[in-house]
């Protein structure tokens, strides 16, 4: 605690009233009641009623907070007017912190504080005192109830609910203009001195902005504060208890005030002259370039819309804005041609589209610059005089005869020579051709309008001097129509007359086509080539004619066909005509005219077998023949089939030799010489067990010397055709030339069976039936017969 705040509660205390001090006193009475003062007045039996006055006297209590002495602090003394001084009365204290925060002496009534009261903690407390006679412990005086107050002290400096505060305030604001208010608390006793009187003043921040000392409203204190030179600002706010005065306590905080754009500042271009360059060859919407404004607000009100608002260029050039990035596109609106004009000039505007009123007076919010274009020379590709070409030619042309002659030339300043040609794949059939020099197409065939009426070619055009460079230009030839072709019967006619026709009777409509398409149309003429006197032509005038028989009756045994040429021709230049033969056969009819027969052999063959039996046995013998033709190809199918179908199906065949051969001595039966030298074999056999189906050249093998063992000859041959990729897959070829070396298992022939020395049984043979009784006889016989010798 400040000196200052030491003399300000000194010079309180003195002016403060201490009834404290005051002694209270008891008036004794004869029932212990509070008696009452002076007064007399007259009761209903007229006698004087005396006012009592009551034993207690006092105030409430009043004590200052915030006690720094190191005695207990001093409240106040109660004192009873039957107190003698003698000690036979006991002061007795009860209520908000009797015992603990406040305390009494039971003999002289003095109260004291124990600890430092807080006047923020609680302003005021309830107590109750009684005197009591030390001896009975009964009360002298009834209990009463008194107020201890707690008098503030400024010992609270005010605060700010936020230590920073964030605000804003466009720019450009005139003065006085409120940017936001910030109160402080000061939790000292408003009612009480001008402890919670809090004054707001500025320690930061000016000459910018200021502060209401009252309200805590911060304001604007200079005009036309802008944001592009300064947009934040921090202002820093006291408050200070006291009214502000010498002594006070005060707090701070901070105010951080940003400025806010608005539209105070026109788009400038940073050049007054733009330089673009662009090929010539660009499509049209090919960006050249781009420009643009800068302008010193922001968001929306840094927005510019562009465009062209003068210039020899207005109608080759468009420009956009690109929001994105605020810049102005310019881009190609027409074709551009450096032949005939190298140099555009643009004269392009940037203007805000969001403009404030109140900144009218800051001039126009837009700003022009000029866009130089510069159209760049490429070498260009020919150009065709036309987008497409249309010739029309007549089909009987001869072949040489120039149809159309396309043209083109070389854009670029050079003027190069151009050289014409054909896409053969427009005309596979070669039926035309151009002069590569001057570009006419002549016809290299003959044209037929009925094969193909048009004819779509593709002309390529190119300069000599860059072949690269290349046009095309599609051309449509048309074939005109010639009447070139005759007209001819629309369909076969199948006709036939009933023999017993009449004179005058239809037999058969007929008409006509042509290929050619006249350009009034069809229109033919029937005619008889010669006069017939079986049958006539009448004309419908209608492009069909009726067939009409001239006489009664007609015989298949006398003429059974007739031939009847009619003549067909046109109307058109040159008039076509041909002679088309109609075919009528003689048929036998009934009452109605229904066709029955027109064979005339049918009358003569006599009865016998139908149409429909000699059909019927037409087929039965087609059937025999496949049922042969199957049975040969099955037959000769299994043929091809091997001896040995798999390797599961081996079974034991049992092959008889009824020639036994002459045995040893029998030189002629195999000649042993072969196997040395099988130069002298023959060539190869294939097998004749089935069909080859691939021949293979015999594999000639090295010839063994004469004294080659036998067993080391067959292991060679042996394993040649086990590698021989080429060799059959059954050798029918066996060749037991040599046994190999005695087996370690000894002979298991019954032929030595004799010669040992072990019984054998051999009754079992018996068991196996009659066609085992010879073997049965020969070796058990044999048994017998040395068992009783």
């Given at each position: 605690?400040?000196?200052?705040?030491?003399?300000?509660?000194?010079?309180?205390?003195?002016?403060?009233?201490?009834?404290?001090?005051?002694?209270?006193?008891f008036r004794r009475t004869p029932d212990l009641r509070p008696k009452s003062f002076?007064?007399?007045?007259?009761?209903?039996?007229?006698?004087?009623?005396?006012?009592?006055?009551?034993?207690?006297?006092?105030?409430?209590?009043?004590?200052?907070?915030?006690?720094?002495?190191?005695?207990?602090?001093?409240?106040?003394?109660?004192?009873?007017?039957?107190?003698?001084?003698?000690?036979?009365?006991?002061?007795?204290?009860?209520?908000?912190?009797?015992?603990?925060?406040?305390?009494?002496?039971?003999?002289?009534?003095?109260?004291?504080?124990?600890?430092?009261?807080?006047?923020?903690?609680?302003?005021?407390?309830?107590?109750?005192?009684?005197?009591?006679?030390?001896?009975?412990?009964?009360?002298?005086?009834?209990?009463?109830?008194?107020?201890?107050?707690?008098?503030?002290?400024?010992?609270?400096?005010?605060?700010?609910?936020?230590?920073?505060?964030?605000?804003?305030?466009?720019?450009?604001?005139?003065?006085?203009?409120?940017?936001?208010?910030?109160?402080?608390?000061?939790?000292?006793?408003?009612?009480?001195?001008?402890?919670?009187?809090?004054?707001?003043?500025?320690?930061?921040?000016?000459?910018?902005?200021?502060?209401?000392?009252?309200?805590?409203?911060?304001?604007?204190?200079?005009?036309?504060?802008?944001?592009?030179?300064?947009?934040?600002?921090?202002?820093?706010?006291?408050?200070?208890?006291?009214?502000?005065?010498?002594?006070?306590?005060?707090?701070?905080?901070?105010?951080?005030?940003?400025?806010?754009?608005?539209?105070?500042?026109?788009?400038?271009?940073?050049?007054?002259?733009?330089?673009?360059?662009?090929?010539?060859?660009?499509?049209?919407?090919?960006?050249?370039?781009?420009?643009?404004?800068?302008?010193?607000?922001?968001?929306?009100?840094?927005?510019?819309?562009?465009?062209?608002?003068?210039?020899?260029?207005?109608?080759?050039?468009?420009?956009?804005?690109?929001?994105?990035?605020?810049?102005?596109?310019?881009?190609?609106?027409?074709?551009?041609?450096?032949?005939?004009?190298?140099?555009?000039?643009?004269?392009?505007?940037?203007?805000?589209?969001?403009?404030?009123?109140?900144?009218?007076?800051?001039?126009?919010?837009?700003?022009?610059?000029?866009?130089?274009?510069?159209?760049?020379?490429?070498?260009?590709?020919?150009?065709?005089?036309?987008?497409?070409?249309?010739?029309?030619?007549?089909?009987?042309?001869?072949?040489?005869?120039?149809?159309?002659?396309?043209?083109?030339?070389?854009?670029?300043?050079?003027?190069?020579?151009?050289?014409?040609?054909?896409d053969r794949h427009t005309d596979l059939d070669r039926i035309f051709n151009i002069?590569?020099?001057?570009?006419?197409?002549?016809?290299?065939?003959?044209?037929?309008?009925?094969?193909?009426?048009?004819?779509?070619?593709?002309?390529?055009?190119?300069?000599?001097?860059?072949?690269?460079?290349?046009?095309?230009?599609?051309?449509?030839?048309?074939?005109?129509?010639?009447?070139?072709?005759?007209?001819?019967?629309?369909?076969?006619?199948?006709?036939?007359?009933?023999?017993?026709?009449?004179?005058?009777?239809?037999?058969?409509?007929?008409?006509?086509?042509?290929?050619?398409?006249?350009?009034?149309?069809?229109?033919?003429?029937?005619?008889?080539?010669?006069?017939?006197?079986?049958?006539?032509?009448?004309?419908?005038?209608?492009?069909?004619?009726?067939?009409?028989?001239?006489?009664?009756?007609?015989?298949?045994?006398?003429?059974?066909?007739?031939?009847?040429?009619?003549?067909?021709?046109?109307?058109?230049?040159?008039?076509?005509?041909?002679?088309?033969?109609?075919?009528?056969?003689?048929?036998?009819?009934?009452?109605?005219?229904?066709?029955?027969?027109?064979?005339?052999?049918?009358?003569?063959?006599?009865?016998?077998?139908?149409?429909?039996?000699?059909?019927?046995?037409?087929?039965?013998?087609?059937?025999?023949?496949?049922?042969?033709?199957?049975?040969?190809?099955?037959?000769?199918?299994?043929?091809?089939?091997?001896?040995?179908?798999?390797?599961?199906?081996?079974?034991?065949?049992?092959?008889?030799?009824?020639?036994?051969?002459?045995?040893?001595?029998?030189?002629?039966?195999?000649d042993i010489g072969t196997l040395r030298n099988p130069a002298a074999m023959e060539?190869?056999?294939?097998?004749?067990?089935?069909?080859?189906?691939?021949?293979?050249?015999?594999?000639?093998?090295?010839?063994?010397?004469?004294?080659?063992?036998?067993?080391?000859?067959?292991?060679?041959?042996?394993?040649?055709?086990?590698?021989?990729?080429?060799?059959?897959?059954?050798?029918?070829?066996?060749?037991?030339?040599?046994?190999?070396?005695?087996?370690?298992?000894?002979?298991?022939?019954?032929?030595?069976?004799?010669?040992?020395?072990?019984?054998?049984?051999?009754?079992?043979?018996?068991?196996?039936?009659?066609?085992?009784?010879?073997?049965?006889?020969?070796?058990?016989?044999?048994?017998?017969?040395?068992?009783?010798?």
């Open positions: 605690m400040t000196i200052h705040q030491l003399l300000f509660l000194l010079l309180l205390w003195m002016w403060l009233p201490h009834p404290h001090h005051a002694e209270m006193l002076g007064g007399r007045a007259t009761g209903n039996d007229g006698k004087a009623i005396h006012r009592q006055k009551r034993g207690w006297m006092w105030n409430q209590f009043f004590l200052l907070e915030e006690y720094t002495g190191s005695d207990y602090q001093y409240v106040g003394k109660l004192h009873s007017d039957q107190d003698k001084g003698d000690g036979s009365l006991k002061y007795i204290l009860s209520g908000d912190g009797a015992g603990t925060l406040f305390i009494i002496d039971e003999k002289t009534g003095d109260i004291h504080a124990t600890r430092r009261i807080d006047r923020e903690e609680k302003a005021f407390y309830t107590l109750r005192a009684q005197a009591i006679n030390r001896r009975t412990l009964r009360p002298v005086e009834p209990e009463s109830e008194f107020v201890i107050k707690i008098h503030d002290i400024n010992d609270n400096e005010p605060t700010f609910p936020e230590e920073i505060y964030t605000a804003s305030v466009p720019e450009m604001s005139i003065v006085g203009t409120s940017v936001v208010q910030v109160t402080a608390t000061d939790a000292d006793d408003p009612s009480y001195g001008n402890s919670a009187r809090v004054i707001y003043s500025i320690l930061q921040g000016q000459p910018y902005f200021s502060v209401e000392p009252e309200t805590g409203i911060i304001r604007t204190a200079l005009p036309n504060m802008n944001r592009e030179n300064r947009e934040q600002y921090q202002v820093v706010i006291q408050a200070k208890d006291m009214g502000g005065q010498m002594g006070g306590l005060s707090g701070t905080t901070t105010v951080n005030i940003t400025l806010t754009d608005v539209n105070d500042n026109p788009p400038r271009f940073p050049q007054s002259t733009v330089h673009l360059r662009i090929p010539e060859s660009s499509p049209v919407g090919t960006p050249i370039g781009s420009v643009k404004a800068t302008d010193a607000d922001t968001g929306k009100n840094a927005e510019v819309e562009y465009r062209i608002i003068d210039g020899d260029g207005t109608d080759m050039f468009d420009i956009v804005t690109q929001k994105e990035t605020q810049e102005g596109i310019i881009t190609v609106r027409k074709p551009l041609d450096y032949e005939t004009r190298r140099l555009y000039t643009l004269k392009v505007e940037a203007e805000n589209t969001h403009v404030d009123p109140r900144f009218y007076y800051l001039g126009p919010f837009k700003d022009t610059t000029i866009v130089k274009i510069s159209v760049e020379d490429v070498d260009e590709p020919p150009v065709f005089s036309r987008s497409s070409y249309l010739f029309e030619v007549h089909e009987d042309i001869e072949l040489g005869t120039i149809i159309g002659t396309v043209m083109a030339r070389d854009p670029d300043s050079t003027s190069s020579l151009i050289r014409f040609s054909l002069y590569s020099g001057n570009g006419s197409i002549y016809t290299s065939k003959p044209l037929d309008r009925e094969i193909s009426q048009w004819h779509n070619l593709s002309v390529i055009a190119a300069e000599i001097n860059n072949p690269k460079d290349t046009a095309r230009v599609p051309v449509y030839v048309r074939i005109l129509d010639v009447n070139d072709n005759a007209p001819q019967f629309a369909v076969f006619y199948d006709t036939f007359v009933c023999e017993n026709a009449r004179a005058g009777q239809l037999i058969q409509t007929i008409s006509a086509v042509d290929k050619d398409d006249p350009l009034g149309g069809q229109k033919f003429f029937f005619s008889l080539a010669a006069v017939n006197p079986n049958f006539t032509v009448q004309d419908n005038e209608d492009n069909t004619a009726r067939i009409l028989t001239r006489r009664n009756g007609f015989s298949r045994h006398e003429i059974s066909t007739y031939l009847l040429p009619v003549v067909i021709s046109d109307n058109d230049y040159p008039i076509q005509s041909s002679t088309g033969t109609l075919t009528i056969r003689v048929c036998a009819c009934d009452s109605r005219g229904n066709m029955q027969s027109c064979n005339a052999e049918a009358l003569l063959l006599p009865a016998g077998l139908s149409t429909g039996a000699l059909v019927a046995i037409l087929l039965c013998i087609i059937i025999l023949l496949v049922i042969v033709v199957l049975f040969a190809a099955l037959k000769r199918q299994r043929k091809k089939e091997p001896l040995i179908l798999s390797k599961e199906d081996i079974r034991d065949n049992i092959v008889s030799y009824n020639d036994e051969g002459g045995g040893e001595e029998d030189t002629q039966a195999f060539d190869k056999k294939l097998r004749r067990d089935i069909i080859p189906e691939t021949l293979f050249v015999p594999r000639r093998t090295p010839s063994a010397p004469d004294n080659t063992d036998v067993r080391d000859f067959i292991n060679q041959r042996l394993k040649e055709h086990d590698t021989d990729p080429s060799a059959p897959p059954y050798d029918s070829l066996a060749t037991y030339a040599y046994e190999g070396n005695d087996s370690i298992a000894e002979s298991l022939s019954s032929l030595e069976s004799g010669t040992t020395e072990g019984d054998q049984n051999y009754d079992y043979l018996r068991e196996w039936g009659p066609r085992f009784n010879k073997l049965a006889e020969m070796y058990g016989g044999g048994e017998s017969d040395k068992d009783t010798s």
